[in-house]
């Protein structure tokens, strides 16, 4: 396991999303977005992501899992909770 950056709370997920998603790719990329590994974000929300860590604000992440299904993690700016979830619930 990667090591954890910032503590990622209680760990949730919309319906939708463990419907959609494999639970072993969800799991690989909590550990990646815990570790600083944003995924397929855009360069402007690394950069975000990267003052976030520094100055407690919310951190989002892009991920896709092995059947190419698009989701997001968020972790909350007080790091209580991280949302797993697709685009569309959002």
Known sequence: ?????????QVVSTPAA???LDPEDMRNCLERHA????????????EEN?????C???????YRDRNGVKFWIITEA????TCILLPEDY
Do not use: H, Q, Y
């Open 1 to 9: 396991m990667n090591e954890s950056k910032f503590p990622l709370g």
């Open 18 to 20: 463990l419907e959609a």
């Open 35 to 46: 570790a600083a590994d944003w995924g397929d974000t855009c360069a402007e929300d690394r």
């Open 50 to 54: 990267e003052t976030s860590l520094r």
């Open 56 to 62: 407690g604000l919310r951190i989002f992440s892009v």
């Open 78 to 81: 007080d790091r209580s909770s």
